[in-house]
């Protein structure tokens, strides 16, 4: 194989791995910043179920489980399978009440 030909083939496995790369979950700054070095503890949460997701619900409840990120699953939702053990998660029916909550 010549250069050019070797150097294409590197190039464009780069180019393939970097579009396969993901990117980090942020959740917004809270003023007072939570302390995760326990880690996420969705027990601590547990009242919230039955009641509606919103945004700032989903921020009280980050900074009360102490994780670092936290997001809102509908039943439609494409989720990645990594396991993030400083993430909250809120799993949500169509309506958008709390029928679950766990880390991961």
Known sequence: MNFKTRFSLILAAALFAAGCSTTAEK??????PAD???GCTSSAVENLKGKTATPEL?????QQAGASTARIL???S????EYNGQRL???VDDQRVI??????
């Open 36 to 38: 995760t070095s326990q």
């Open 89 to 91: 998660n809120l799993n």
């Open 99 to 104: 029928t679950r909550i766990s880390c991961g």
């Open 27 to 32: 959740s917004e700054p809270s003023a007072t």
């Open 78 to 81: 494409v989720v990645t399978l």
């Open 74 to 76: 509908a039943p439609d």
């Open 58 to 62: 989903l921020e009280q409840a980050r």
